[in-house]
């Protein structure tokens, strides 16, 4: 099973900034779609941003305007840059990695975000 390893969590205050990383050294980073996904407590895991393996980006409408996923090929690193944050932006973040051709699927084990107000 392929690893992905989150960091860039912690605790900020509302209007603040974070940015978070996912680093997945195991998989072809350049031919996989990244995507960063957040959940709450009893509540299904949502998407909120990806990047394709061509660059190609899409946000879930929340967050538009605040937050900047990129990827770094060299670094087989993707990034989500946060900003304004607001208290319902805290949640348990997870990256997604994508193969573009066998659809395999690798989960990060999730990092911690939480935006007092």
């Known amino acids: 099973q392929v690893q992905l390893v989150e960091s860039g969590g912690g605790l900020v205050q509302a209007g603040g900034s974070l940015r978070l990383s996912c680093a997945a050294p195991?998989?072809?980073?350049?031919?996989?779609?990244m995507a960063w996904y957040r959940q709450t407590p009893g509540k299904q895991r949502e998407l909120i941003a990806d990047?394709?393996?061509?660059?190609?980006?899409s946000y879930q409408e929340a967050v538009k305007g605040r937050f900047t996923i990129s990827r770094d090929n060299a670094k087989r690193t993707v990034y989500l840059q946060m900003n304004s944050l607001k208290p319902e932006d805290t949640a348990v973040y997870f990256c997604?990695?994508?193969?573009?051709?066998?659809?395999?699927?690798?989960w990060g084990q999730g990092t911690q975000v939480t935006v007092s107000s």
């Open positions: 997604l990695a994508t193969d573009d051709y066998t659809n395999s699927r690798s």
């Open positions: 195991g998989i072809v980073f350049s031919l996989n779609t």
């Open positions: 990047i394709t393996s061509g660059g190609r980006t």
